[in-house]
């Protein structure tokens, strides 16, 4: 955040080099800030996309699964709470910064090695520091799997972790079709067909063309070699 935009790539550099090692930069822990995705299916369809780094990829290839998703069990066993936790850690932590999150970080101390307190005495803080979620938009994850949907009702009815996570609210889940690509969405305990808003991207040479000069979110792109815009 302190960088100029204007910066080279060996500047950048070093001006991270540098900065890595001060004690007093507070700003910023990136980490998985802006998280709002999760893409779960192979890698040629997020391949040649810029997404913000706002993606968790988790590869999957529904042709090499069975019919009833042992594979796609197994992933998402793991990455539904995992990418969930992440998300919720930071939605709650940005929207209530003092009584979910930890508010700012200059004033804390480890304490214990347990935790860290403000100044010399308080109770122990929990949630995210205000300097890590600054720049998060607080939305539920959305979790986009290529499969069928009765295959992904199969793996929810076996994982109670899964199943309560989706059917509760606690994140979005759609599927993408395998073959046509089609995109249903889960609402009120059945999937839904997802209506496009658009059916273009904004296209760039790559995916430093797109970004430079930004701090903001970005809308996704399409990078393709010699576009112009």
């Not at 949630?127 to 799997?145: A, S, Y």
Request: overall charge neutral; some cysteine; charged content about 20%.
């Amino acid at each position: 955040m302190s960088a100029r935009l204007n910066q080279t790539f060996p500047e950048a550099r070093k001006h991270v080099e540098n900065r890595s090692e001060d004690l007093a930069q507070v700003r910023p822990e990136l980490g998985h800030a802006t998280n709002a995705i999760c893409i779960v299916g192979r890698r040629e369809r997020t391949r040649g996309l810029f997404l913000d780094r706002r993606a968790f990829l988790t590869s999957y290839n529904p042709a090499q699964d069975d019919e009833i998703g042992s594979t796609l069990g197994r992933l998402l066993g793991a990455a539904v709470p995992v990418c969930a936790g992440i998300n919720l850690e930071y939605y709650f932590s940005h929207v209530d910064s003092q009584g979910y999150g930890c508010g700012s970080k200059l004033p804390h101390n480890v304490t214990g090695l347990l935790g860290v307190m403000d100044g010399a005495a308080s109770d122990l803080r929990t949630g995210l520091p205000w300097q890590i979620i600054e720049i998060h938009e607080p939305v539920r994850l959305l979790f986009i799997v290529e499969t069928i949907p009765e295959i992904l009702l199969k793996v929810m009815s076996r994982s109670a972790v899964v199943d309560n996570t989706i059917r509760r609210g606690w994140v979005q889940m759609c599927t993408m079709d395998p073959d046509t690509g089609k995109i249903l969405a889960f609402q009120d305990g059945e999937f839904l067909p997802y209506t496009l808003t658009t059916s273009q991207l904004p296209t760039a040479r790559s995916s430093a063309d797109w970004y430079r000069g930004w701090r903001e979110h970005l809308d996704f792109a399409a990078i393709r070699t010699g576009a112009t815009s």
